[in-house]
């Protein structure tokens, strides 16, 4: 039976491509900053997002800690969103690690947060006040339906987080999803920011790792945090090598997932028992209810499972599908068709 897993874009197996450019791989000490692989893939990401320097990091997590670390002088606060993978996911790292006061503001389902809430957020110099420090996004926003969030809105943020001197980062582990919906570039999608971090194992299907971007200093100091959290790696060569190989591909391919994430969406909208918001599905990740209570999650769950159709319950009666390199047209096709068969009821 094939298995058409749709969990998430985190289950992607390396293309033949890359695993030959991970064969052919120039490697080096890259704690020592002599990886050849490395060196280029961060001067790589550099120039693609518009910032002086990057650094490749093990995870998205970890790309997000060190960035909130380097930002935020302990005992500030940093403003997020309360649905962002940094405040649900990441096992609260930011305040266990870093000693930096969450200050979670509402997500509108389209992943911003409203301006009048951030402005009334920013802290007064008041002696009772922890700082307010840093001001954070999320882009694509996994859990508001991977919503691209625009460089319009962006730049409204970095305006009021000019006025008072605050920091700006994005958690862009889906960024190219994000310039592929919205039709630009990264860098002018990111302009201004003072970091960004993304995946390269999410859309752009390589094994593992993430990098940071940002100015020559903010990656000095995120190098020396990113050795204190023991994220230093040695001949990350094999890693960089499928990240550079990834990036001459990610646009063909990521056009392809969110043209698959529409048909999915499209295919589920006709089911009775399934109620989707199809406006909301605009780039790799749908998400839909049951519409009718007549079977409990986890008996949907297995019952989908065991036709060979794997996704996640995000929250109660929501359920995630998440479309990548390793889906294809037919899968979708397939898919829906085994959805319409456990749901006419
Ligand atoms: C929006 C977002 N940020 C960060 C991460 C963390 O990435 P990692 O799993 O590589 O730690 C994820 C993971 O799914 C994510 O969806």
Request: hydrophobic share 40%.
């Amino acid at each position: 039976m094939k298995i058409i897993d749709l969990r998430s874009d985190t289950v992607t197996l390396p293309s033949s491509d890359m695993r030959q450019a991970i064969f052919e791989a120039q490697l080096g000490d890259d704690v020592f900053e002599e990886d050849a692989s490395v060196n280029l893939l961060e001067k790589k990401a550099a120039e693609l997002s518009g910032k002086e320097a990057a650094l490749l990091v093990p995870s998205g997590t970890m790309a997000n800690l060190i960035s909130f670390l380097v930002h935020c002088p302990r005992g500030t606060e940093a403003l997020l969103g309360d649905k962002s993978h940094t405040f649900i996911y990441e096992a609260g790292g930011i305040s266990a690690f870093g000693g930096i006061h969450s200050h979670q503001l509402k997500n509108n389902p389209d992943g911003s947060i409203n301006l009048g809430d951030i402005k009334e957020a920013i802290r007064e110099d008041n002696v009772h006040f922890p700082k307010t420090s840093l001001i954070s996004l999320e882009n694509t926003h996994n859990k508001c339906f991977g919503a691209p969030i625009s460089r319009a809105y962006i730049q409204d943020v970095l305006q009021i987080a000019h006025e008072s001197n605050l920091k700006t980062h994005i958690d862009g582990a889906r960024i190219f999803n994000a310039t592929v919906a919205l039709n630009t570039t990264l860098s002018d999608l990111v302009s201004d920011v003072d970091s960004i971090t993304f995946c390269l194992s999410k859309g752009l299907s390589c094994p593992v790792g993430s990098v940071i971007c940002g100015s020559k200093d903010f990656i000095y100091h995120a190098r020396r945090v990113r050795k204190a959290l023991g994220g230093g790696m040695r001949q990350a060569g094999i890693i960089a090598a499928a990240g550079l190989t990834a990036l001459k591909n990610a646009e063909d391919q990521i056009k392809k997932d969110h043209k698959n994430a529409k048909l999915l969406a499209e295919g589920l909208s006709s089911i009775d028992n399934i109620s989707i918001e199809l406006e909301y599905v605009k780039t790799n990740i749908v998400y839909f209810k049951l519409s009718s209570n007549k079977m409990e999650s986890k008996e949907f769950l297995k019952i989908m499972e065991d036709s060979g159709v794997l996704f996640f319950e995000s929250l109660s009666n929501q359920y995630r599908l998440v479309t990548h390199y390793g889906i294809t047209e037919t899968d979708i096709y397939d898919a829906v068709e085994i959805f319409k068969k456990h749901l006419s009821f």
